[in-house]
T-cell receptor, first 114, second 115 residues
Framework: NAGVTQTPKFRVLKTGQSMTLLCAQD?????MYWYRQDPGMGLRLIHY???????AKGEVPDGYNVSRLKKQNFLLGLESAAPSQTSVYFC?????????????FGPGTRLTVT | AQSVAQPEDQVNVAEGNPLTVKCTYS??????LFWYVQYPNRGLQFLLK??????LVKGSYGFEAEFNKSQTSFHLKKPSALVSDSALYFC?????????????FGSGTRLSIRP
């Protein structure tokens, strides 16, 4: 099992450019999440999905869009990148079993917007 | 709203000494609490959780956490620190207003173990 994988690992964008981050999980998890991590602020939820074809906003959704066309994949898009979106992005997944609740994280994507 | 607070940005401990990383929580209802660890340039890894039952929860890598309802705390502990324990530690709480297993993370505490 690869668990949760993310591509790319690093990316540098110029202001105004667009890109898509890909997250894939092979654990058949129903729920998937996108977070951003900034120094001193912990992890903040951007968007999440409870199943194929469904997405919802998290704490900091502005400037991002997501899609979940397949159960195993969750895409995060930046349509017009801004320097404030420089961050480390983590994808996570979890089962919907309420007795488990743990989230499994990918290795992260370090994004710099200049 | 649910929240967790980690009052220390950094904790420094000598190898072999006991360590404690502090966490306090604020929830309505029964808390589901978690600790995660992040090693450099890696994603977060689950360490342990408290849902119900024994107030002392044992987790991975020799860590344990003590749930204290009266003090609304969930401190992470280890009897004897290793240099390899140096990492960023996050306390987290279940978001009970969510049906999507969402959890809310604290700001993190950097643990540094000196040889």
């Amino acid at each position: 099992n690869a668990g949760v994988t993310q591509t790319p690992k690093f990316r540098v964008l110029k202001t105004g450019q667009s890109m898509t981050l890909l997250c894939a999980q092979d654990m058949n998890h129903e729920y998937m999440y996108w977070y951003r991590q900034d120094p001193g602020m912990g992890l903040r939820l951007i968007h999440y999905s409870v199943g194929e074809g469904t997405t919802a906003k998290g704490e900091v959704p502005d400037g991002y869009n997501v899609s979940r066309l397949k159960k195993q994949n969750f895409l995060l898009g930046l349509e017009s990148a801004a320097p404030s979106q420089t961050s480390v992005y983590f994808c996570a997944s979890s089962t919907r079993r309420q007795d488990l609740y743990e989230q499994y994280f990918g290795p992260g994507t370090r994004l710099t917007v200049t | 709203a649910q929240s967790v607070a980690q009052p220390e940005d950094q904790v420094n401990v000598a190898e072999g000494n006991p360590l404690t990383v502090k966490c306090t929580y604020s929830v309505s209802g029964n808390p589901y609490l978690f600790w995660y660890v992040q090693y450099p340039n890696r994603g977060l890894q689950f360490l342990l959780k408290y849902i119900t039952g024994d107030n002392l929860v044992k987790g991975s890598y020799g860590f344990e956490a003590e749930f204290n309802k009266s003090q609304t705390s969930f401190h992470l502990k280890k009897p004897s620190a290793l240099v390899s324990d140096s990492a960023l530690y996050f306390c987290a709480v279940r978001d009970i207003d969510s049906s999507a297993s969402k959890i809310i993370f604290g700001s993190g505490t950097r643990l540094s173990i000196r040889p």
